[in-house]
């Protein structure tokens, strides 16, 4: 920042003059930038996401990235006389490939708030800042909850890949019983990192990701933890005091304080309504529904459980009205279940629309199902029949198989703020054995080697645009080396 260059010799004189430039006190000309830019000056970018420094970049040419897919190792027993001709064996692999997505931000400084303020501060510095802080939160949230099947203009996460190639029950996806469940041992994660060293992941780079809290109570755990002060040079006994430590790590395995695994906000109450007159939905029985969002701060607790009599419905709605979306969400997770606190995932909508170029529209509001299967048959979103252009602005998605097999098994997270239903991910970043390789192809003017780009756009009128974007896609080479435990509790 131009501000700590000029006056790092001085600061307290930069102090003064960045709260100059900050305060909003009558006669002192009104602020110059928003308040939060003192503490965005102190704020280092890989602190707001860790995560993104721990992913290897690598650059490719074109829109489709391909890579090879581990299915199964060599066979085993190669035994045999010294004179046989040996055997050809080979790993079995799979040669898949992702589309690479686009993440972008414009942002505007106006040439009369640069002339104001450049005696204190760089606003075109600042306002890059700005926007970059909220890309990378954008960028973060699909790493971890990104699902292209949902949504066409994400790539996928951690949350969609994990346990996807495990089938019905996926050994490297657990989720505990409806209402979660609070760690008394360090068991949970032995299972993560056993699973992973059962998958040949012993010598990869890996990481634990957790809240903070979460990770205060694995921290209390170790209460066999001692602190001795020793003053028996003064003639007095050893003091040994209980204690502990924070852990930074667990069996040398880092573990990374996440925003994005505690719930920090509920969805709203949803509605049901049933169509049709026949019998499509089952006949006599009840339906039982919850819904949340994906945000900045990963997945939020569920809404409220609602219910609705089948009847001789065809159809239901599931809506969340335009007062009760939650704002900037990602995507929408629908919860079912014949019975009460019986929900189980078999839907994920995205939060809007798009027009035939990708461009934002409406928010979605409402989805019409056909049947109460996982990735049922979607009749409509926001009133409108999928496939045909919206009403209300925007082209309805075609949404077929939003939900993978294993997270068919994922309950909804339930509880209050102060004790939610908790994530927990154990992220192998081996970029052949495991999920740590991120395809990108922007390169100019580089930051995180390569993820994120800004660049100056043409100058129009008094003012200064500038773009930041980021053009990648998180390759899953093996998913099995990775891990995801849902249900835990703090308290």
Known sequence: MELLRKYSQNPQFAKNLVSKALTGASASGGPLAPQILERLITNVMVGLAPEIAMITPKLVSGKYSEFNRITALPGANGVMGDAATTPVTQASYVRTGRNLKVLRRKGVVTQFLQDASRDYIDVVAQEQENQLQSHVFDFNTLLYFGNENCDGNQWTGLDSLIGAAGGAIAQNRVNTAYGGAVPATLAILDAMIDNNTRKQGARHRKTFLMSPEMLSLFSRILSNVRMVQNQAGNGLSSIEINGGWRLQAYRNVPIIESRLCRPQSQMGAITLAGAGGG????????????????????????????????????????????????????????????????????????????????????????????????????????????????????????ITTSVGNAQKNDVPLTGTLAAPMEQIFFWDLDEIQGMGRFAYTNTEGSRFKGLATIEPLAKTDDNLPFLLKTYGTLQDAYDGTCYQYRGAKVA
């Open 279 to 398: 019998s499509g939905l089952g006949g006599v029985g009840t339906m039982y529904f919850m819904a949340s969002a994906v945000t900045w701060d990963g997945e939020t607790l569920a809404s409220p459980e609602v219910n609705l009599a089948v009847g001789t419905y065809d159809k239901v709605t599931i809506s969340w009205s335009a007062s009760g979306a939650v704002a900037g969400a990602f995507k929408y997770k629908i919860y079912y279940g014949s019975a009460t606190t019986g929900e189980k995932l078999v839907l994920e909508v995205p939060y809007q629309l798009y027009d035939g170029n990708g461009s934002p529209q409406d928010q979605v509001i409402s989805v019409q199902i056909s049947n109460l299967t996982a990735n049922p048959t979607i009749v409509q979103m926001n009133g409108v029949n999928v496939g045909s252009a919206a009403t209300l602005g925007g082209i309805v998605p075609t």
